[in-house]
C-alpha cells in the first residue's frame, strides 16, 4: 500500500489533533511535501545535525518529532548561520518534517501519561485541566450493502471511540430520494428520473480535531459522486484534556528513594533534588519537559513531590518554602520515553493499514556532561 507523508502525518493528529497543541506552539508538517512517498519514517525527539545524519544513513523519507524545528517564525535562509544550515541539509535530503509537541503533551496516553505509567501511579487526573475534547456527531446515509465499509474507514481514522470501546455507531433504516440530473454519473439511478433507494442513516462521534481526516475517509469508502452527510457539535465534551499528571504510588517511598529509581529507571547520568531526602512521598506530580510552571497547581493539590525538568532556581526555592520536594530528571530524561512509544504507536497504526512501511528510532543525545 502506498503511504504518503501526509498519511503518516494524519495517523500522529490521531492520537493527537493539532487542535490540543497550546496558543504558542508550532506543532504540525515542518518542511517537506505531505505527497512525497514513504517507505521509512524515523522517529526523534529533536531534529538536529545527528538526526539529520542518522535519517540519511538509514535511508528515511521522513522525521517525526516531538520538538518543533521551526518554533520562532524564519525571517532568512543563509548557510553562514547554523538555521539555515540545518534547514538547507534537510531541504537537499529530501526530508519531510513532522512535529507533534504540546499537542502530544496534552493528548490522553502522550508524554505525561507516560511518566505516569512508568511510575505506576494509581488514581491519575491532570495537574493543569484545560478543558474537554469538543465533540462532533457525524451523520451519513449510506445505501444498504455498504455501511460496514463506510463504518470501518471512519472508525480507522478515529471516529467512533468512547472509552474502551471503538467502531460505536448506530444505524437505522429508511428511503432515500434523488434525482441525477444532466452532467451527473450516478452509483444508483439514472438521469432525469427520481430515484428511491434502501438507505441506512449511520451516525457517530468524532472529536473536533479528527473532523477532516475522519470526514476525507468517510467521502473515500462511500459509494455516492455526492454524498449526504451532516455535522452536529454536542454539548457534551469528550476527555478531559491538560498539562501534567498526579497520583499515588503503589507505596510510599523516601524522597531519596524515588529519586534513586527514576535516575535508574530511566538510564540517567544524574539528576537534582530539592527537599528532605528521608520524607516519605507518595503523592507524586508528573510533567514532562519543562514543568516549573506547574508548580502552584502541584502544591494546591497537596501533591508531596514534583518529577519534572528543567527546574529553574527561584521555582525550586518557592517549592522548597512550600515543602514540595522536587526531582529534576532533565528535559531529555522525562521526555525521552517518548521517542520508543510514539515509534510503537505508528508500527500498529501502519499495520493495521497493511502499509509496507518502516518505522526506526533515533534515540535522543544527552547534550549536557556531568564533570
Given at each position: ?162 472509552g474502551n470501546y471503538s467502531h460505536c455507531t448506530f444505524q437505522t433504516a429508511g428511503t432515500?430520494t434523488f434525482k441525477p440530473l444532466a452532467g451527473s454519473n450516478p452509483f444508483i439511478g ?182
Open positions: 500500500m502506498s503511504v504518503k507523508a501526509g498519511d503518516i502525518a494524519r495517523i500522529v493528529e490521531k492520537w493527537a489533533p493539532l487542535s490540543l497543541a497550546a496558543s504558542w506552539d508550532n506543532a504540525g508538517f515542518q518542511v517537506g511535501d505531505p505527497g512525497q512517498e514513504v517507505d521509512r519514517v524515523l522517529v526523534a525527539l529533536d531534529v538536529d545535525s545527528t538526526t539529520v545524519a542518522a535519517a540519511r544513513e538509514k535511508g528515511v523519507q521522513m522525521v517525526v518529532a516531538h520538538h518543533p524545528l521551526i518554533f520562532h517564525p524564519v525571517k532568512s535562509l543563509r548557510e553562514d548561520r547554523w538555521e539555515g544550515a540545518l534547514l538547507a541539509k534537510i531541504v537537499r535530503a529530501g526530508l519531510a518534517i513532522y512535529c507533534a509537541h504540546t499537542n502530544l503533551d496534552q493528548a490522553p496516553g502522550g508524554t505525561d501519561d507516560l511518566l505516569a505509567e512508568q511510575l505506576e501511579l494509581k488514581g491519575v487526573e491532570i495537574l493543569r485541566p484545560t478543558g474537554r475534547e469538543e465533540l462532533y456527531k457525524i451523520v451519513v446515509f449510506v445505501p444498504q450493502g455498504y455501511e460496514d465499509a463506510v463504518r470501518e474507514a471512519m472508525a480507522a481514522a478515529g471516529a467512533g471511540w468512547i432515500g439514472s438521469q432525469g428520473k427520481l430515484e428511491r433507494v434502501a438507505e441506512l442513516r449511520l451516525e457517530t462521534v468524532v472529536p473536533k480535531g479528527l473532523l477532516a481526516p475522519v470526514v476525507g475517509a468517510m467521502l473515500r469508502a462511500h459509494p455516492y459522486e455526492e454524498v449526504a452527510y451532516d455535522l452536529y457539535r454536542l454539548e457534551q465534551g469528550g476527555k478531559k484534556l491538560g498539562f501534567g499528571r498526579i497520583g499515588q504510588l503503589p507505596t510510599p517511598l523516601s524522597l531519596a528513594e524515588l529519586a534513586r529509581m527514576v535516575k535508574e529507571k530511566w538510564d540517567l547520568a544524574s539528576i537534582r533534588v530539592v527537599g528532605d531526602l528521608e520524607q516519605r512521598v507518595q503523592r507524586v506530580a508528573v510533567c514532562g519537559g519543562s514543568g516549573g510552571s506547574l508548580l502552584r497547581e502541584a502544591i494546591e493539590q497537596r501533591a508531596q513531590v514534583l518529577l519534572t525538568g528543567d527546574v529553574k532556581y527561584h521555582d525550586a526555592a518557592q517549592a522548597a518554602e512550600a515543602g514540595l520536594g522536587i526531582i529534576d530528571a532533565g528535559h531529555l530524561g522525562t521526555e525521552k520515553i517518548l521517542v520508543s512509544a510514539l515509534a510503537d504507536y505508528l508500527r500498529k497504526e501502519l499495520a493495521a493499514r497493511q502499509a509496507g512501511v518502516e518505522v526506526v528510532c533515533h534515540q535522543p543525545r544527552d547534550i549536557f556532561q556531568v564533570i
